[in-house]
Structures are given as C-alpha cells and as structure tokens.
C-alpha cells in the first residue's frame, strides 16, 4: 500500500461496554447486551489537534499527560483518579471532559446486540456476538468512507493474545470477501489496512480513551430509547446529547437509525 498522507485518511476508533459471550446472560441479566462505540478522526486531526487538548485536559485535572482515561477507574475513583471523590475536582473533570467532546469531527456510530432476543430468535449463534457487531459497526463505518469517497482503518483496545488474534482474523476475513451487505470490492477500496490495528491501553491513545468513556452511556440511551423507556438526565445521557449531532445519518432522509446507530439482532 503506497503512503497515504494522513490529511486523507480517517480511523475509527471503537471500544465496547458488556461481556461478548454468548450466554452470559443466562446466569446474570446484567450481561445481557452488548454494545460497540466508535468514533472517526481524520488521522491529522487525530494526531495533533485533538491530541493536544487531550494533552492540555488531563496536564489541568493530574497535573501529567501520563494518564489513561478508563471509565471503570474513573467511576470507582482508582489510582489517579482518587482525586476526584473530591466533588469540585470531579465536577470541573466532567465539565471539561464535556468540553472535550464539542472538538469531535465525526462520525460516531453505536451498535448493540440484544444477546436474549437473538437467541430467542435464532437459537444457534452463526458468529461470535463480539464478531457480529464488530463487522456491523465497519460496515457503517466502510459506508460512510464509501459515500465521501474517503479511505481509513480501524483501531481499538488490545485485550489479550486470544481475543486479540479471533477479531484479527474476524476482520481479515471481511477485508478479504466482504460482509451480506458491503461488497467486498467496496470493503478493500475502502480500508487501507487488512490489519484490525489493536494497541495496548499503555499506548495513551487519545481516540481510544475517548471512545472507552463514550462506549457505556452511548449503549444506554440506545437500549433506553429502543425498550422505550425514559433516559435519566444525568451526566452520562448529557454526554451522548453532545454527540448526537455527529453520529452518521442516512444520505437521504437524514436518519440515525440504521446508519449512526444499529439494534441487533
């Protein structure tokens, strides 16, 4: 592949909120779902820009860039977030993190999966649950490229040797022949790399740990809004107003659903 400056390529970063085995469920209701959030940069932006207020927020709440934003730390005030049991300190990390996300070129795009419904539907799993919505959420991502005559790949948080090398070779195999609905002349035109680009949380990656604190209220609001139930107004369902405007929209009647956002099954 001949080099792509980074002012033309995109990347979709993504991470996950829920557990990606199939019948967890089955022995606890919490595990029930299964969500994937991604966001998507133009690598320049990414790397320089929004990097650097990255940089500049957590140097003005830790005092240090060193730090890895993980929602599970964040919420249970872990390590070097201890310091936020102190109510103004976490208020003003909040309102600054909020304020992070008005610089988010765009898209975002939120799949979910209703493990109970599927197999209640299906009985038999015909892919991993974990594959399935991974391959969904490139498919819109790989849409979009396609419609703005874009190229780009895909990142996301490394997990381990066996998890790390199943959705490598789940997505090699879409690269190579496509999905049920993204041929795969489309697919390779499309995605610059055959590799899923999977680095470790120590990497400090910026589009990752967005991601990461954007994965859980972002599958929230969806299952709320999809059981028709009343989303809480608290400080995660402000955050997922805040990207409302930039999750993907269908090109012509300018609907979410379907495009920024997917319920499976």
């Known amino acids: 592949m001949a080099f792509i400056d980074p002012k033309h390529r995109y990347r979709l970063f993504f991470d996950e909120t829920g557990n990606g085995d199939p019948k967890a469920h089955l022995k606890d209701q919490n595990q029930r779902y299964l969500s994937l959030t991604g966001i ?36 249970g005030h872990k390590g070097r977030f201890s310091i936020l049991e102190d109510e103004g300190r976490r208020r003003a990390f909040d309102e ?17 999966i209703d493990k109970q419904e599927h197999l209640d539907r299906y009985q038999i799993w015909r892919f991993d649950p974990y594959h399935y919505i991974l391959t969904c959420l490139v498919e819109r991502y790989v849409l979009w490229l396609h419609r ?4 780009g790949d895909v990142m996301g948080e490394a997990r381990g040797p066996y998890h790390d090398g199943r959705l490598r070779r789940s997505f090699g195999r879409m690269h190579e022949k496509g999905s049920d609905f993204v041929r795969q002349n ?8 055959k590799e899923l680009r999977l680095v470790e949380k ?11 604190l954007l994965a859980h209220p972002a599958h929230r609001t969806y299952k709320f809004m999809k059981l028709g139930m009343p989303i809480p107004d608290d400080y995660g369902s402000s955050l997922v107003r805040a990207i409302e405007p930039i999750y993907d929209r269908h090109p012509r009647n300018g609907r979410i659903e379907g495009c920024g956002r997917k319920w499976l099954p």
């Open 202 to 212: 120590h990497a400090n990656v910026a589009g990752i740990q967005v991601a990461d």
């Open 96 to 112: 600054g993190f909020a304020n992070l996300l008005e610089y988010l070129p765009g898209p975002a795009f939120t799949v979910s």
């Open 186 to 193: 489309v697919v390779q035109a499309r995605l610059i790399s």
């Open 40 to 75: 998507v940069f133009r690598q320049d932006v990414h790397d320089t820009t929004f990097s650097v207020r990255m940089a500049a927020f957590k140097r003005r709440h830790f005092g240090t860039t060193d730090v890895i934003l993980h929602r599970r730390d964040i919420m």
């Open 148 to 151: 703005n005559g874009y190229v």
